[in-house]
């Protein structure tokens, strides 16, 4: 008897607190509505998706840099662009989606796994230092 009314009476209690809840995710739902399109400077910021990945190669001489090639790769180390170094000494994949990457070296016949993850986001570059 005393387990039927404990039931009975905890039902509407239940009821408050799913309410609650439901008014709670509604809440957070309105406040993040805004958040896809914001104003910086009187302009629309607009996501692009893409981003850049830039290689700065650091204590080279100028005949290794004539042979240095990075290879951006996926999550699997599959190839999917490669890139010689400038007279600057980086190599800049542009334009590429927004993702996780790898990265590797290749010189001469050797090749080398630099970088087991590099995060590409929206509109930055992101810099990897490479020291031959």
């Known amino acids: 008897m005393v387990k039927k009314i404990i039931a009975i009476a905890s039902i509407p209690l ?32 607009i996501s692009t998706g893409k981003g850049d990945l830039k290689v700065m190669v650091k204590n080279s001489t100028p005949e290794q840099e004539k042979e240095l090639q990075y290879v951006l ?16 000494g980086t190599a800049v994949f542009k334009n590429i989606p ?16 630099l970088i087991l993850s590099a995060y590409v986001t929206d509109g930055l570059t992101t810099t990897v230092l490479d020291r031959i």
């Open 73 to 88: 790769c996926d999550i699997h180390w599959n190839p999917i662009a490669a890139k010689n170094i400038s007279k600057k």
């Open 14 to 45: 239940l009821s408050i607190a799913i309410l609650f809840l439901l008014l709670q995710i509604y809440a957070v739902q309105v406040d993040t509505d805004g958040i896809s399109s914001r104003t910086s400077e009187n302009r629309e910021f």
């Open 98 to 113: 927004d993702g996780t990457y790898k990265l590797k070296r290749i010189q001469g016949n050797v090749e080398k796994r």
